[in-house]
Structures are given as structure tokens and as C-alpha cells.
């Protein structure tokens, strides 16, 4: 068994607890403000302050390579954290957003996240589930 992993919206943080459930680290990122711009529009970037665009982790899972997989509504993504080569921290890649959709509408504050049995993403959004190839 495995590292478990919660969020923490109102702290814009994720727990890792190792598998006896002791805290092992906690993951904080002020980075979806340097991933947004490529997200939102010139409007809503226009509109955005800096509190509208924070981390706020909440749907999250583990993908079979032991990479975080988060859904960010705040941001309006999907979100990989994977540890970075030295494995002192972890490094932040947006996944999905709006862009990524063929139909974007329904796209909209991504909740959960989930594999499924097919090894296919699955995203609880505002209304809508959405399934995703998942790749490397």
C-alpha cells in the first residue's frame, strides 16, 4: 500500500500521509498564477487578482506512475504534479483546461478526478462528467 494524498482547499495545500496515515509532507503552490495566463482569457485575466488565482486543490488521485493527478476549480484545471528529478520537490504541469476540450462549454470547475477501470481519466465538473485518454 501507498502514500495517501487529501487536499486542503481553504490552505491551498496537499497532505501526504504515508500508509500507516502519518502526515509525511504537505504540497503548497502559488503556480497556477504563472499557469493561468495560458488559461484564461485576456478578459478574465484583466478581471483576476491574485486571490482569484490560487491553488485550491480538491478532487485528487494518484496515477499508475505515482503522479498526483488534481482538479483545481478555482483555476479551471486539471493539474499532474510529478516529483522532480532529484525528487526534493514536486513540479506542477497543467493537464486539462477548457482549451484541451472538444467542447468546452462543458468544462467548467473540474471537482473530482478519477481512473477508470480502462485507465481513462474521469472528471466530475459543474454538471457534467468528462472522460479523457490519459496519456504519459
Request: proline share 6%.
Amino acid at each position: 500500500m501507498g502514500d495517501i494524498c487529501v487536499s486542503d482547499p481553504r490552505n491551498s495545500t496537499l497532505i501526504i500521509l504515508d500508509s500507516n496515515l502519518s502526515f509525511k509532507e504537505s504540497i503548497k503552490f502559488p503556480l497556477p498564477s504563472c499557469l493561468s495566463p495560458y488559461v484564461l482569457s485576456a478578459l478574465e485575466r484583466k478581471k483576476a487578482t491574485d486571490s482569484d488565482i490560487v491553488f485550491r486543490p480538491e478532487g485528487v488521485c494518484y496515477d499508475r506512475y505515482g503522479r498526483i493527478i488534481v482538479a483545481d476549480p478555482n483555476a479551471n484545471m486539471v493539474v499532474r504534479l510529478s516529483k522532480s528529478v532529484d525528487g526534493q520537490k514536486y513540479e506542477l504541469e497543467s493537464l486539462i483546461s477548457k482549451a484541451d476540450c472538444h467542447e468546452p462549454e462543458y468544462f467548467r470547475f473540474p471537482k473530482l478526478v478519477a481512473f477508470g477501470e480502462d485507465g481513462r481519466l474521469w472528471v466530475v465538473c459543474h454538471e457534467y462528467v468528462l472522460v479523457f485518454d490519459y496519456g504519459i
